[in-house]
């Protein structure tokens, strides 16, 4: 029998030779993988007070930290299961009830957090308040009625029954807050020891809804402590201004910045001189009695200006010096019929600017936050 012939040899060689290089070619190569996909960073979440601590303060709030997350719930709950409402500062710092909570009593705070993966981590700390502090009691007021309409350049304004010293203030400044709708940025500012006021860099908008709280009980102040925590909602109403300049002896009312009147005036005389500068009406009163060691006399229509005693008033005694030289005792004097047409305009926390007197006001005496640029009143 013949075998193969060389050629068929030959052929046979090469395709066993392709075979096992294709053979040798798969077994080589790296077989492909599924890139793995990193798993959800967990939610880090811290929550303060800590658990089991007591002598906490009645202004605390629910300190929250979160990474890689969200909150999504705080809830926070008395001994006997009644929860507290509140709601988160504008940086998410803390979480603030809405209502001081009360001395001596037990809380729990249960915070709920979600990460990018949707599971919810939840972290618990239960404390308790402080007895109720001895010492002096701090009082304070703020300066709104709840539901009342004030003018553009009504300050927000807490007044102290005595001097907040200086350590205090920034404490007592973190637990002031104020919302605006619509919103309108805008600082607090100390004038003194006894009064802090907040304003926007230009006068309120016209029909703006203000929310302002004094959460200040149990806040320590110096030796003693504050008093209360009180909220008020206002609204600010259309835009009236008034402009009294002693060169022309004339005060100019403006609405929506439209000059409506004009009505002579005789301010301070040289003995008890008016003072320059940016104030608002801070009260009203149809009538009333002024009483100084020199003189006591009925008013009519009165608007204060300032704590000093400077005030818009009818003086039917001064009208033919109206208009042509000063003679009160820093009052601004008008008539009977233009005070009572004022006094009928105007709002608290209408702005009055007072002109070329050559007296500057004194910060402070009044609500004179307006009597500062924007610049030096957030410094």
Not at 224 to 232: K, R, T
């Amino acid at each position: 029998m013949r075998g193969p012939s060389r050629t068929a040899v030959t052929l046979v060689a090469l395709a066993v030779g392709a075979q096992l290089g294709l053979t040798a070619c798969h077994s080589s190569a790296k077989k492909p993988t599924a890139a793995k996909s990193a798993a959800p960073p967990a939610v880090g979440l811290a929550v303060t007070p800590a658990g089991g601590e007591s002598g906490v303060p009645v202004s605390t709030e629910i300190g929250t930290k979160v990474n890689d997350g969200k909150i999504t719930e705080v809830a926070l709950t008395d001994a006997a299961g009644q929860r507290v409402s509140g709601e988160f500062r504008d940086d998410g710092s803390s979480w603030v009830p809405a209502t001081a909570l009360r001395y001596g009593t037990a809380y729990t705070a249960k915070v709920t957090a979600v990460g990018t993966d949707n599971k919810p981590v939840t972290r618990e700390t239960a404390f308790t308040t402080a007895a109720k502090p001895s010492g002096p009691v701090v009082t304070s007021d703020l300066m709104l009625t709840n539901g009342g309409t004030y003018g553009v350049g009504m300050p927000i304004v807490v007044q102290f029954g005595s001097d907040v010293p200086q350590e205090s203030r920034a404490a007592v400044q973190q637990r002031l807050f104020v919302k605006t709708d619509p919103p309108q940025a805008g600082a607090w500012h100390w004038f003194g020891g006894r009064q802090v006021m907040y304003r926007p860099e230009q006068y309120w908008q016209p029909g703006t809804k203000i929310t302002a709280r004094k959460a200040l009980n149990g806040v320590r102040i110096g030796a003693g402590h504050a008093d209360e925590d009180f909220a008020a909602t206002v609204t600010i109403g259309r835009k009236l201004t008034i402009d009294i300049d002693n060169a022309t002896k004339q005060l100019s009312v403006y609405q929506n910045d439209a000059l409506v009147r004009t009505m002579p005036v005789s301010l301070g005389k040289p003995s008890t001189p008016t003072s320059s500068g940016v104030t608002v009406v801070m009260s009203r009163e149809a009538s009333t009695v002024f009483r100084t060691p020199e003189y006591t006399v009925a008013v009519q229509y009165a608007m204060r200006l300032t704590w000093g005693g400077q005030y818009i008033h009818a003086a039917p005694w001064s009208v033919g010096d109206q208009g042509q030289r000063n003679v009160s005792h820093g009052c601004t004097n008008v008539s009977t019929a233009n005070a009572k047409w004022l006094y009928e305009q105007t709002l608290v926390g209408d702005p009055v600017t007072t002109r070329n007197t050559g007296v500057p006001l004194d910060p402070g005496d009044g609500w004179t936050a307006w009597d500062l640029s924007w610049a030096d009143y957030k410094a």
